[in-house]
DNA sequence: CTGAAAGCGCTTACAG
DNA sequence: CTGAAAGCGCTTACAG
């Protein structure tokens, strides 16, 4: 590896004077006649600075972080897509490198512990909830990470109680998509839900049930099926639901990959979208518009959420910023699997 | 930030005493009492081992860097998604961090220049061509990573001739698309390839002028639209060309979301798939059986790419295996948009 | 069993 | 205008 030191020797400068020139080619510490040669050797050697001792010399490594509690592809999952692109886009802006640390472990505790392990030594982190993690466990890898001192944010988990940079999915009132049913006219509600027993599923049973109560409908653990994120999961449980009479005019996925599911469930059954059962999804996902019909789906703006944890990162690392938090509000893209139902 | 000294200190030992405590608790070269004291104050303190001090130290990083001379959002493109996923499944297990180096520059030469600039001090590298870049470029490319002498793979390019780690992609003689259609009894056929001018976009059009030329059809550069990868642009290339009322009865799409488009033409100008039109698309992207009707489409192992270069580096990395070549065929997944036309 | 020292390849005051 | 030196936080021979 040719360094700054055989720079210098083949010149018969310091390496002062070529770190000086490499840092800046205007300097007017070096003189005119020195910098074409070193520019010469530099060419000749074909030398490139090594970033890992810049690192360390200076302190600062231009680069973040990634740490996700999830074992198995990371990329493969629509949702990381997104963040991920938001991310990087105000990343690479400012010149910052993305790290992702390698996942071992059992837990979501151990996994960041260990990413933590490998990952110091990086400006920053962007710590990421999964559908697998708990609030509690999580809640500890924020505070672990605060004791580091280093800049880092939460995204995709509920509010923490902590003082930390997160940025949160806040639902506003419209987006009550039983609520939405009930209004027009629907009785028979079902939600598909991922991960059986996941915090995800609590809010939406809990929204479910409440706004059942207040439309007077009773509510029933049966209308609860559980699609665990999978197309086909959804669509057994959605099918073998529908084989044992029960009725059900609305349905809500918790993901749009869950209603690929139920739509075939529905085809597979003989009943027709929307004319009898209407379909909701969740993250809008590029695929929606080419179902047939196109899926209407609960919008939340991930690319935004990366680009806003980007930013409240970059903030504490440039401007020493204090940790905060910041909310982004879902939309409900309709389309047409949706009809008001004749009550 | 707390350093292996504040705790030598703390304890009253030397600094090489915590480092071979922590590198190996079960080391002999440390007193029982002592390694119980390092511990306690290692939890105390917080301690955490900086990485970059490490990778100095021991000229090892365990990270890879990779380069796409891409601008705008990586991950995307399924593709990325795809070869990333390979990729994280055999670094991962190694305990590799996988880094994405900013990206500035106007063309593929500069940009993967600048990453370099900025990358150096990782282990290894791997280089992915885009659709934009020229096989020249590349080449240059390719011979500048060689010059430092750092490990590395290019994949997603077409076969060069030098001496490097490279995962190519080859069509085997039943993946020609326009010889299955004239078998199959089509003789008026359709190409929408991507980019104007693309490496990708030569490549199929002279496969379907000698396959034609050996079919004994006459060949129009008229039968080649442009889609650009897009498919609103796809749609309408092909609407075009059906309302020129010229005729088509076999389409092969560069890309599966090319393919999106040329449905939409071909339902919006009121003809069905397959009875008037069969549709070939490439990549297999998971969305594709979701399509009516579901779409055939040309199968690259895309993911085994990933897998493949990923282990080439390690190759070379771990057991300093010489650069080597690896092919990887495609295949065809034949679903409901393709049929047999009556001569 | 443990310590003092050199070294990884840079940057940055400090001198002159 | 330029050089010698200290330092970033580790690891690894080398001594004892």
Known sequence: MVTIQDIAKRVGISKAAVS????????????????V??????????????????????????????????????????FMQQVISGIQSVLFAQGYSIVFLPVKGSDSRSMVRHQLEMGLGHDGFILMGTRYCSTKDMEENAKELSRTGIPFVVLNMPEMKLDINQVIYRDPPEINIFEQYYRLGHRDLVLIGGRRGSLENSIYIDQFKKTSKK??????????????????????????????????????????T???GAYAAIQEFGLRIPEDISVVGRNDSFFVSIMS????????????????????????????????????????VLRGSVQAQKV
């Open 293 to 332: 019909p196109p899926l209407s789906s609960v919008k939340r703006p991930i690319f935004d959420e990366g680009v806003k944890g980007a930013e409240l990162l970059i903030g504490e690392l440039i401007r020493s910023e204090k940790p905060r938090k910041v909310f982004l509000e879902s939309t409900l």
């Open 258 to 260: 869950m209603a690929i």
């Open 215 to 256: 439309w007077g409908k009773n509510f029933d653990s049966s209308f609860i099926l559980h699609g665990d994120y999978d197309k086909d999961v959804a669509k057994s449980a959605l099918l073998q639901y529908l084989k044992s009479g029960k009725k059900v005019t609305g349905i809500y996925c918790l993901t749009d």
């Open 20 to 35: 000086l020139y490499l840092k800046d080619p205007d300097t007017t510490r070096v003189g005119k006649d020195t910098k």
């Open 37 to 78: 040669k070193i520019a010469k050797i530099v060419e000749e050697l074909n030398y490139r600075p090594n970033v890992i001792a810049r690192s360390l010399a200076m302190q600062k490594s231009n680069s973040i972080g990634i740490l996700v509690p999830f074992e198995g592809p990371l990329f493969e999952s629509t």
